[in-house]
């Protein structure tokens, strides 16, 4: 069983940056492979980033690429989410999740993930 706690959100302006945090409880943590999520009002859920727990290979969504980045700290069980240059239509519900079998073909799929976060809120506007 996993616990996932996300923090880190706000109200920022566009332009601004945030850090999520998903702190993980378990003592395997390295071994799962690691995924942020978010849900805009009136919208489906939809892939952000992921981090794997072989290599540390990450992947992002097109609309984020270059702007967020994915890391983990397998010492504390938290991985991050830095959000850079945020624009109104980052604005969602930022969820984490957890899965010990996702693959670089299967992690774009919320489904794949077994464990969720409550989510944390991010609003980008002036």
């Known amino acids: 069983q996993v616990q996932l706690v996300e923090s880190g959100g706000g109200l920022v302006q566009p332009g601004a940056s945030l850090r999520l945090s998903c702190a993980a409880s378990?003592?395997?943590?390295?071994?799962?492979?690691m995924g942020w999520f978010r849900q805009a009002p009136g919208k489906e859920r939809e892939f952000v980033a992921a981090?794997?727990?072989?290599?540390?290979?990450?992947y992002y969504a097109d609309s984020v690429k270059g702007r967020f980045t994915i890391s983990r700290d397998n010492a504390k069980n938290t991985v991050y989410l830095q959000m850079n240059s945020l624009k109104p239509e980052d604005t969602a519900v930022y969820y984490c999740?957890?899965?010990?079998?996702?693959?670089?073909?299967?992690?774009?799929?919320?489904?794949?993930?077994?464990?969720w976060g409550q989510g944390t809120q991010v609003t980008v506007s002036s």
């Open positions: 378990g003592r395997t943590f390295s071994s799962y492979g």
């Open positions: 999740a957890a899965d010990q079998i996702i693959t670089r073909t299967t992690l774009w799929n919320e489904g794949a993930y077994e464990y």
């Open positions: 981090i794997l727990w072989n290599w540390g290979a990450t």
